[in-house]
């Protein structure tokens, strides 16, 4: 089974902190993506990458930045944490689809509840 | 630019009914649609994914369908149990590489016993 682990289930930082949230997955895929989820918003693409230390934004990557130095870790920065980042985050991966002949089914991890105070 | 629809937002029903859930897009020009199952304060599990140039795809008690040209997708649950009880997304995907999903805002599922 594809095992996506978020480093935290809850996290509470404070407005100006420097936020990193770590996710690794186990499956050797190429995509790993950040989505925010948020109420009445549902799931909005914040980040992803392809590749090592390749980087893609998504719709909403403002006050965001992203890390992946290995295959199989994906970092979110939060270079200046505001209260409107607290939020639900979702890190999620996949199989680059041109290498599969086919498309690929993206897995989630359980999420990190962030709440910045 | 792509807009995912999924209707009702909510929806009660009885141990052992059939049902029909329901998802729209506006732009026909995809690769493939996936339904998510989310239960509350947990991440997405995958559970269906159909490629674009598939009609339909089962798993278990699951059926989902897709009908590009209209715009229409169906999540189909048969003999739903209490533990069916989640939120059902459902996503399409717009790029070959698989890249990017645009997410509906889901269906929030409760089944009484």
């Known amino acids: 089974d594809v095992k996506v682990t978020q480093s935290s289930r809850y996290l509470v930082k404070r407005t100006g902190e420097k936020v990193f949230l770590e996710c690794v997955q186990d499956m050797d895929h190429e995509n790993m993506f950040w989505y925010r989820q948020d109420p009445g918003l549902g799931l909005r693409l914040i980040y992803f990458s392809y590749d090592v230390k390749m980087k893609e934004k998504g719709d909403i990557p403002e006050g965001y930045s992203v890390s992946r130095e290995k295959k199989e870790r994906f970092s979110l920065i939060l270079e200046s944490a505001s209260t409107n980042q607290t939020s639900m985050y979702l890190c999620?991966?996949?199989?680059?689809?041109?290498?599969?002949?086919?498309?690929?089914?993206?897995?989630f991890g359980d999420g990190t509840r962030l709440s910045i105070l | 630019k792509q807009e995912v629809t999924q209707i009702p937002a909510a929806l009660s029903v009885p141990e052992g009914e059939n049902l029909v859930l329901n998802c729209s897009f506006t732009d026909s020009a995809i690769y493939n649609l996936q339904w998510f199952r989310q239960d509350p304060g947990k991440g997405l599990t995958s559970l269906l994914l159909i490629q674009s140039s598939q009609r339909e795809q089962t798993s278990g008690r699951l059926n989902a369908s897709l009908d590009k040209s209209s715009g229409r997708s169906t999540l189909y649950i048969a003999a739903s149990q209490p533990g069916d009880s989640a939120t059902y997304l459902c996503a399409v995907g717009f790029t070959q590489a698989g890249t990017a999903l645009i997410f509906g805002k889901g269906t929030t599922l409760s089944v009484s016993s």
């Open positions: 999620a991966s996949s199989f680059l689809s041109f290498n599969r002949g086919n498309n690929q089914p993206q897995h």
